[in-house]
């Protein structure tokens, strides 16, 4: 008895692989194409989303592509991981062609830490009503960065009393550097963390004083309310709460929050680890510094705001894959799903 197979017995197994849909941005196969429709509509691939540089595979978030890297061997099946451990720089993770290029860039990739307030690079004027402007030309808005160091209030210390502030251009320049009259009695310093004293805070500014100020830099010395500067920060919202100030949201930029930033399942990297994973140093070594915490805050902001990704914008009404008909989307081939499909948040190299 012949051991070859009968090709007819076979061709329904061959059929089916050929007729399997593949998703052109994250390379997942799908049997049905209605699957591969809902796929899309729920991944939100764009130009947007970080990808890895060898096989531009799209990723959630910059941290699954380094996992994307970082598989082991006898699971990897292509060669990305090879590839980028000879050409590839592990902070912003580009790919170069020539393993020369890549030296002489990661000596402007591979930042050194801010030096602190108080150290001969600093000057002790740091409250300055305003930021400096960088650059006068063009549409976008100019943004700053904030940090505030917390005590703690109440009978066990868990109430988050804001004991100083700190904020700074986008040059590094200090706009704003004080301590904070605390509302409510201190009932614990933190000082392992905030490095802070009684003597420290005796004479803050009342923080009312420290909000209007805050306001006027990011007003630009208006008093109508309407911001006119981005601010950046990471975990905003527990500055915000801390200095009881509201601020347009559109106009937040959370290191935090911001999706390519994220763990891969979308939950908040600390900024210790960004700066370390993303900058090339380390901070928050003993005791907070608000300033090099700003300062840090800053450079992964505009890190983030300088990639170039070609033109993905949003136009009014577009609402990406959800616009369109089931039906119609059906249709498409892959390629023009992936075409018609939007990312769900706003990439800061839009700003």
């Not at 160091?149 to 988050?160: A, N, T």
């Not at 800053?298 to 949003?314: A, I, N, P, S």
Request: glycine share 6%; with cysteine; aromatic share 6%.
């Amino acid at each position: 008895m012949s051991s070859s197979m009968d090709p007819l017995s076979i061709s329904p197994k061959i059929s089916k692989i050929r007729h399997r849909h593949r998703c052109v941005a994250c390379y997942k196969m799908f049997n049905r194409r209605e699957h591969l429709v809902e796929h899309m509509k729920i991944a939100y691939h764009s130009l947007h989303q970080p990808r890895c540089a060898v096989c531009l595979k799209h990723c959630k978030s910059f941290e699954s592509v380094r996992e994307h890297l970082n598989v082991p061997d006898h699971l990897f099946k292509g060669n990305c991981k090879d590839v980028f451990s000879k050409r590839g720089c592990t902070l912003c993770l580009q790919v170069f062609e020539e393993a020369t290029n890549l030296a002489e860039h990661q000596k402007m990739c591979h930042l050194s830490a801010p030096r602190l307030l108080g150290t001969a690079s600093q000057g002790n004027e740091v409250n300055a009503s305003r930021p400096r402007r960088v650059n006068t030309s063009g549409t976008r808005l100019k943004a700053v960065a904030i940090d505030c160091e917390m005590v703690g209030g109440g009978e066990d210390g868990s109430i988050d009393l804001c004991a100083s502030i700190c904020m700074v251009d986008e040059n590094e320049n200090v706009i704003l550097s004080t301590h904070v009259q605390p509302q409510v009695p201190v009932t614990s310093y933190r000082n392992e963390v905030t490095g802070l004293t009684a003597e420290d805070l005796k004479d803050g500014i009342p923080l009312q004083d420290v909000r209007e100020r805050v306001l006027s830099i990011l007003c630009n010395g208006h008093n109508d309310g309407t911001g006119r500067l981005l601010l950046v920060g990471h975990d905003l919202k527990h500055d915000m709460n801390c200095l009881k100030l509201q601020y347009p949201s559109h106009l937040l930029r959370d290191t935090a929050t911001y999706r390519p930033l994220m763990k891969t399942n979308l939950v908040s990297q600390s900024l210790r680890y960004l700066t370390k994973s993303y900058l090339g140093y380390k901070i928050q070594c003993g005791k907070h510094e608000a300033y090099e915490d700003c300062v840090s805050v800053m450079r992964l902001y505009k890190r983030m705001r300088d990639q170039e990704h070609g033109f993905c914008g949003k136009a009014e009404g577009d609402d990406g894959l959800n616009s369109w008909k089931q039906s119609d989307l059906e249709k498409m081939k892959p390629e023009e799903l992936y075409r018609n499909s939007r990312s769900d948040y706003r990439c800061w190299c839009l700003d």
